[in-house]
């Protein structure tokens, strides 16, 4: 052998037996070898005899030369070369191999110039691990490589948890570039489940990056991608990737500066979008626009169950409309549109949604701008609404007056679900705090948040019943005429009754009048005061009566048609006007559905603003009429509802006023 060439020896017990051990050694120059200790390490010292050199293995080529080579001599356990490919050849000194060795051994003589080659190994050899290039399952190779093409500083951070199921890298400055680095490992990435990039600017090109690896990756199912500055741009790329996404559950849009376009991507996203389950597009700058094109999004969506739109600009026909969706929307359970300005017309919107809304539980209107009247027509939503379990709105310009319209109405709805009202910053009185122990004795665990009470409300006394009006209603009850009444106290056949014949005759009757009544009834009766009652007296008096009625129901309704041409009014009837209640209907309780039916009483209010029969109105036009319709005497309010109305309509309060020859009652 040549003086440095490597050779591998296989030691076995017996010929032909595959197990044994394996040894490296270097020839010394007159065929005799000297043991590689280092290669050897493993496998224990190997057999010495007269003569071996004690040369090291630094002498010769390193050992992943010889681990990495395929293609040499073998010696046989006799000393005779053996040709294991093209090349082969005789080396001498290998009689000394068998003089050394008891029993037979295998050498392989591995030639440096034959290292590429894959052929001549022995079954029984292994390649090193770490002399082959390995697969990265993990990614922190692909990373580094993409920092360093990129020109970007790699995160610690990054690499020490790629292989979790969560990444934070929160105000980590990443930038486009750096959010392009992440991505490239990201796509193949198995592990990380939770990607949290908030406050990092990547801006549209980062979110471009980032959109293309989540068309990719099917493993992450919460993005975060908060305060990147992504702007039009990334509102696109991000919009376009939630088409396509279906591991996505939660993503987290907040503070990227959209403007109202920028809301059709993620409208068009929650409708074709089945698996998105939250969404968070707060602190934005979504407005009226906006408001409208989102709403589209939430009439149609049928997977979000969270969405936040609070700290946007959206009111006026954006708060409507987002309204309008939510009262056909069977999916979305919590609603965050605080800190916007919804106000006195956004509220009555709400109201209107919640009548027909059957999903909603936690809603959070707070500091939108929300007053009294606002408070007074949200109460009517609440009156009907059985779902909804929380309710925030505090830090709205609402007085005791208004925080008491909420908590009468909740009171009257036997059905209710709300567990929590939260009036932050919002002063009530005794009142309220007496009604709510009343409420809380049968409820123990409803919560009511406020700053604090002060003084009670001073109650006008309750005004007297018109006595014709139970006359009338006594003989509509029983199914009489007006001829038979009169017939039952003229026992003479006169065709007409003293005024003590017809007190008697009233007090007989079971009719429920108190004495002062009854004498305000004859008073009114006897037209001619005469003293006597004739039939032609009573038939023109209840004439009078129904013409009165008529044109009772003649204002009311052009009151009605007059509000809803108001600009606080009209864009919300405008919105419901086409709302297809019988579709909705089906997912309400039959509880729920009869009391909605009751409350737009199509028998009062199908009536057009000259006092006729419209049947072209809709549900939801008739349903906003009750809500807009402030008259006691057409929803059956409480006590405290009748004193509540005059406290928050002062024009109204002080026009009724001076039409009597009174001044309004002062405040």
């Given amino acids: ?74 010696i046989n356990g006799r000393g005779t070369p053996t040709g294991s490919g093209e090349g ?37 050899l292994e390649i090193e691990e770490d002399s082959k290039e390995t697969y990265d399952a993990t990614g922190r ?10 020109g970007v500083v790699p995160v610690s951070h990054f690499l020490r948890h790629i292989t979790t199921n969560k990444i934070s890298m929160k105000h980590h400055g990443l930038g486009p570039q750096g959010a392009k680095a992440i991505a490239i490992p990201l ?38 991608l908060a305060g990147n500055k992504m702007r039009s741009k990334g509102a696109k790329v991000v919009g376009e990737m939630l088409n396509d996404n279906t591991s996505i559950r939660k993503i987290n849009v907040a503070g990227n500066d959209f403007k109202d376009r920028d809301a059709q991507p993620f409208a068009d996203a929650i409708k074709n979008n089945y698996r998105i389950k939250e969404l968070d597009l707060s602190h934005n700058e979504f407005a009226e626009i906006g408001g409208e094109i989102m709403g589209q999004g939430i009439a149609a969506t049928e997977s979000v169950s969270n969405l936040n739109l609070s700290w946007n600009h959206l009111r006026r026909n954006g708060a409507i409309s987002i309204c309008r969706g939510m009262a056909e929307n069977l999916s979305i359970k919590r609603l965050d549109v605080s800190w916007n300005g919804f106000a006195n017309d956004g509220a009555l919107a709400m109201a209107e949604a919640l009548k027909f809304n059957s999903s909603l539980q936690w809603l959070d209107i707070s500091n939108n701008r929300i007053a009294d009247e606002g408070a007074l027509l949200l109460s009517k939503g609440l009156e009907v609404n059985d779902s909804l379990q929380i309710l925030r709105l505090g830090m709205n310009p609402i007085t005791a007056a208004g925080a008491m319209a909420l908590l009468v109405a909740i009171n009257n709805n036997s059905n209710t679900a709300l567990d929590e009202l939260d009036l932050t910053d919002i002063v009530v009185n005794k009142d309220f705090v007496d009604l709510l122990e009343q409420i809380k004795q049968g409820r123990s665990n409803f919560l009511v948040f406020y700053k604090g009470a002060i003084g009670k409300f001073e109650k006008p006394a309750e005004k007297e019943v018109d ?17 038979d009444l009169f017939k039952a106290y003229d026992k003479d056949n006169s065709l007409t009754v003293t005024r003590e ?39 023109s008096t209840h004439k009078e009566m129904v013409e009165n009625n008529r044109e009772e129901r003649r ?27 019988d579709s909705l209907s089906q997912n309400m309780s039959e509880d729920r559905q009869r009391k909605l039916s009751n409350n737009m009483r199509p028998d009062m209010h199908q009536w057009n603003e000259e006092g006729r029969r419209e049947d072209v109105v809709s549900d939801a036009i008739r349903s906003l009429d009750y809500t807009v319709d402030f008259r006691p005497d057409a929803a059956m309010y409480t006590d405290e509802e009748k004193f509540l109305m005059k406290t928050m309509d002062p024009v109204s309060r002080g026009a009724s006023a001076r039409s009597r020859g009174r001044s309004p009652m002062p405040t």
């Fill in 1 to 74: 052998m040549d003086e440095g060439q490597n050779v591998r020896i296989r030691e076995s017990g017996e010929e032909g037996d595959v197990g044994g051990t394996t040894k490296d050694y270097i020839t010394t120059g007159k065929g005799t070898l000297a043991h590689d200790e280092t290669a050897s390490a493993t496998s224990g010292s190997a057999k010495s005899g007269a003569g071996r050199s004690t040369r090291s293995s630094a002498d010769g080529p390193p050992l992943s030369a010889v681990h990495m080579s395929s293609s040499g001599t073998e």
């Fill in 88 to 124: 082969s050849e005789s080396r001498p000194g290998s009689q000394a191999l068998s003089e050394r060795y008891d029993t037979p051994v295998n050498i392989k003589v591995i030639h440096d110039s034959d290292q590429d080659s894959d052929s001549g190994w022995d079954t029984d």
């Fill in 141 to 150: 190779r692909a990373y580094i490589q993409a920092c360093k093409d990129l």
């Fill in 187 to 224: 796509v193949t990435n198995t592990t990380v489940l939770t990607l949290d990039l908030e406050d990092n600017w990547i801006e549209g090109e980062g979110a471009g990056y980032i959109s293309e690896m989540m068309k990719e990756n099917c493993y992450i199912s919460d993005l975060n």
């Fill in 467 to 483: 006595p014709l009006k139970l006359l009338v209603q006594h003989i509509e009850k029983n199914n009489l005429r007006i001829w």
């Fill in 501 to 539: 014949e017809f007190k008697n005759g009233i007090m007989g009757s079971n009719i429920p009048l108190t004495p002062r009544q009854i004498d305000k009834l004859v008073v009114t009766l006897d037209r001619d005061g005469d003293g006597e009652i004739d039939y032609s007296e009573i038939v």
């Fill in 555 to 581: 204002q009311r309704m052009s009151k009605v048609h007059e509000k809803r041409r108001t600009a606080m009014y009209a864009p919300v009837a405008e919105k419901f006007g086409t709302l297809k209640v």
